[in-house]
């Protein structure tokens, strides 16, 4: 089976940076495009940022300029530096991956994944 994992969030000031991070694990073969989504309280999940296994960049208009996505392939890894953060930035924050699996005999499989999420919380 494969898994996301996140970590990093937490409580923060108003104006303060959390970095979050996201670890895949399992039969992986290869991750295609990997992207954080957040889901705040009574509200529809929404995306945040996604990156490509190259490293092309996509960004909510509510975040540009103030959060940035990264990737490290060779960890399976993604990340996402939030800064100058606002109380509207309060949500669970889900990771995603589109990973490639090997399905035996010679196949292979693409899968959506998501993690369970990590909560961040922007308030005085």
């Known amino acids: 089976q494969v898994h996301l994992v996140e970590s990093g969030g937490g409580l923060v000031q108003p104006g303060g940076s959390l970095r979050l991070s996201c670890v895949a694990s399992g039969g992986i073969f290869s991750i295609n495009d990997m992207g954080w989504y957040r889901q705040a309280p009574g509200k529809q999940r929404e995306l945040v940022a996604t990156i490509t296994r190259d490293g092309n960049t996509n960004y909510a208009n509510s975040v540009k300029g103030r959060f940035t996505i990264s990737r490290d392939n060779a960890r399976k890894t993604v990340y996402l530096q939030m800064n100058s953060l606002k109380p509207e930035d309060t949500a669970v924050y889900h990771c995603?991956?589109?990973?490639?699996?090997?399905?035996?005999?010679?196949?292979?499989?693409?899968?959506?994944?998501w993690g369970q999420g990590t909560l961040v919380t922007v308030s005085s």
């Open positions: 995603n991956a589109e990973i490639v699996v090997v399905l035996p005999p010679s196949g292979f499989q693409d899968l959506e994944v």
